[in-house]
Every structure is written in structure tokens, then in C-alpha cells.
């Protein structure tokens, strides 16, 4: 089942804060974060595995809380190369990722 | 290291002809992933291939779409007498082993299907 990305799309200036957030149905084994710029292959950011620990890649960083099944991804000070759509992968142990709708994140100067 | 190739960029085909999307996964990955992805949508899971094997196909159209990953060369998503909603971007990835070992995937940039 797919997970549910929310909100569908955010418009910030530069240097502000987002969380999107991704949540499934289903008990989950792993999340990816992967961001995919217009035209390109998506990219991975960070996976986050069992244990509700929390990662960090530059200003981005993400959580996972297994009980709740969701994750979310937050962009501190966020820059204008952080343009792109976000995508969230779910793996529960089938030996393939399931990804969200896509949140599109728009930074302005 | 070269990354996860597809090949072609772009491809058109007429209603009713064949399209066939290769992939060479990067080197010393041996699991190869299909998505499609329409406009402004998201990806969808086709199928998730190893070596000689079709582990997982519930995402594939059960009609007119296959695909192999052969002992040697490349894996190929081959669509039969294509329709004009077969128009999309297939992405394929590959990764050193199953997702479920909390490897990641690694994307290729795609082939731009366009069906007329």
C-alpha cells in the first residue's frame, strides 16, 4: 500500500523551516527519503531504519516512529537548491520500496 | 564508478509498435527495480528483478508489459503493441541486494516514453 505524503506541496522563501511528513497503514521495516528534481532521477537523502532514531544530511534531517508507522523529513534553513520534489520510500519486508505521492517543495529568494 | 544507465533518453513509438527500455544496473548490483512515473505523479513499483529471476511482478500491467534481467547484459522493460497511456517515464534502480537488508536504491535517469 502507498504511503501518504502530506502537505502536497510547500512554497517557502529562502531560509525557512518545512516538515513533510509521510505516513502508512502498515507496519514498516525502513524509510528512504529520496528528492527528485524536474527532468531527473530521483536522489537518495537518508534511510531510516527500526528504532525511531533520527538522521541528518546537511540542514535536512529526518525522523521514524514505528508505533505511529510515519516519518518526517525537515528542512532547516532551507536553500534554493532544496527545490525539488520529496518523495517517501516504505519497505515492509516485501524487498521493495513503495513510494509516497510526492510533496513538491518550491524555495524562493 | 558509472551510475545505473538507461538507455534511450527518449523514445517514440507509434500506437501498436513494441518499446523496449534497457538498463545496466551499477557495477556489482545484481537487483534491478522497474518504476513508472506519469506526469506530476509519483513512481509506481512494476517489478523488482535478480539475475535470471522475476522476484516480484505485482506491479506490472498484467498484459502486453515483461521484462527479463538476463545472466548477461542488460535488464530490459520490454511493452507490447503500445497505447498512448504507456506515455511516461520509466525509471530504473538498482541495488546490491534487496531493499528489506536496509540497502538503498540508485536511480537511473530514465527513458522518456512517448506514445503518438
Known amino acids: 500500500q502507498q504511503p501518504v505524503q502530506s502537505p502536497q506541496a510547500v512554497i517557502l522563501r529562502e531560509g525557512e523551516d518545512a516538515v513533510i511528513n509521510c505516513s502508512s497503514s502498515k507496519a514498516l521495516y525502513s524509510v528512504h527519503w529520496y528528492r527528485q528534481k524536474h527532468g531527473e532521477a530521483p536522489v537518495f537523502l537518508m534511510i531510516?531504519?527500526?528504532?525511531?532514531e533520527q538522521k541528518g544530511h546537511e540542514k535536512i534531517s529526518a525522523s521514524f516512529n514505528e508505533k505511529k508507522q510515519q516519518s518526517s523529513l525537515y528542512l532547516t534553513a532551507s536553500q534554493l537548491s532544496y527545490s525539488g520534489t520529496y518523495f517517501c520510500?516504505?519497505?515492509?519486508?516485501?524487498?521493495?520500496?513503495?513510494f509516497g505521492q510526492g510533496t513538491r517543495l518550491t524555495i524562493n529568494p | 564508478n558509472a551510475g545505473v544507465m538507461q538507455n534511450p533518453r527518449h523514445l517514440v513509438r507509434r500506437r501498436g509498435q513494441e518499446a523496449r527500455l534497457r538498463c545496466s544496473p551499477m557495477k556489482g548490483h545484481s537487483h534491478v527495480y522497474w518504476y513508472r512515473q506519469l506526469p506530476e505523479e509519483g513512481l509506481k513499483f512494476m517489478v523488482y528483478?535478480?539475475?535470471?529471476?522475476?522476484?516480484?511482478e505485482s506491479g506490472m500491467p498484467k498484459e502486453r508489459f515483461s521484462a527479463e534481467f538476463p545472466k548477461e547484459g542488460p535488464s530490459i522493460l520490454r511493452i507490447q503493441q503500445v497505447v498512448r497511456g504507456d506515455s511516461a517515464a520509466y525509471f530504473c534502480?538498482?541495488?546490491?541486494?534487496?531493499?528489506?537488508?536496509?540497502?538503498?536504491?540508485?536511480f537511473g535517469n530514465g527513458t522518456r516514453l512517448t506514445v503518438t
Open positions: 534502480a538498482s541495488s546490491p541486494g534487496g531493499t528489506a537488508t536496509g540497502v538503498t536504491l540508485h
Open positions: 528483478l535478480q539475475k535470471e529471476n522475476i522476484i516480484d
Open positions: 531510516l531504519l527500526k528504532g525511531g
Open positions: 520510500g516504505t519497505e515492509r519486508g516485501a524487498q521493495k520500496l513503495v
